[in-house]
């Protein structure tokens, strides 16, 4: 089956730009998380949804950043006004359920986004 | 928040050998998950081998074993028969079974393989 896909791989945009990145989780899967990883670094925590709702945002660096998942399925990060500051790949991570022993989050390959 | 700690930022191992990959972490938990998580050069992450913090026995995966030892909040990976396809990125992690469920990750080794 289809792992998780992520559209664009990559986003070249200017400063002050809106951008939406979109993820499509493994059919089924209820749980999706976002998360970035800046140059060098390994992946920080953004937001994690649990079916349509945003379970924990708390990574969320500010409100220029925005998530949905509307259907529960396919979920779209917002960045508005962006700032050279917010290139990095941006990964998307789905389970088939949320916590529990048995929680293996799968990956997709990012789409790099890069702030002029 | 959980902090996860990569002394090693490079490693390199000849082919067929082993190298030992470390992880030290900082948790007031008694109850967490472990991960190691590869990640090559096509950005995907892959989950190489977990670890309850419950259990004792280390984990095992075929050439990929761990070093848990709870009480020094220590995680190291063990790759043994090293292989031209192990080269990669990777990254320690650390998931709480109470609270979140987002992983917290550390800043990663990059592992070359000298065939």
């Known amino acids: 089956g289809a792992g998780v896909s992520q559209t664009p791989s990559n986003k070249v945009t200017e400063k002050g730009k809106y951008v939406e990145l979109r993820c499509d989780p493994i059919?089924?899967?209820?749980?999706l998380y976002w998360y970035r990883q800046s140059l060098g670094q390994g992946p920080e925590f953004l937001i994690y949804f649990q079916g349509t709702g945003a379970a924990d945002d708390s990574g969320l660096p500010n409100d220029r950043f925005f998530a949905v998942r509307p259907e529960g399925s396919v979920s779209t990060l917002k960045i508005q006004r962006t700032e050279r500051g917010d290139s990095a790949v941006y990964l998307c991570?789905?389970?088939?359920?949320?916590?529990?022993?048995?929680?293996?989050?799968?990956f997709g390959p990012g789409t790099r986004l890069t702030v002029l | 928040a959980q902090t996860v700690t990569q002394s090693q930022p490079e490693m390199s191992v000849q082919e067929a050998e082993t190298v030992t990959l470390s992880c030290t972490y900082d948790t007031s938990e008694s109850d967490y998950y472990l991960f190691w998580y590869k990640q090559p050069p096509s950005r995907q992450m892959i989950l190489v081998i977990r670890q309850e913090a419950y259990k004792q026995q280390n984990a095992t995966e075929n050439r990929f074993s761990v070093n848990f030892q709870k009480a020094a909040k220590s995680f190291s990976l063990k790759i043994s028969d090293s292989q031209l396809g192990d080269a990669a990125m990777y990254f320690c992690?650390?998931?709480?079974?109470?609270?979140?469920?987002?992983?917290?990750f550390g800043t990663g080794t990059s592992l070359t393989v000298i065939p």
């Open positions: 059919s089924g899967h209820t749980a």
């Open positions: 991570a789905s389970s088939l359920l949320a916590g529990g022993s048995y929680n293996e989050q799968f």
């Open positions: 992690a650390y998931r709480s079974s109470n609270t979140g469920n987002q992983f917290y």
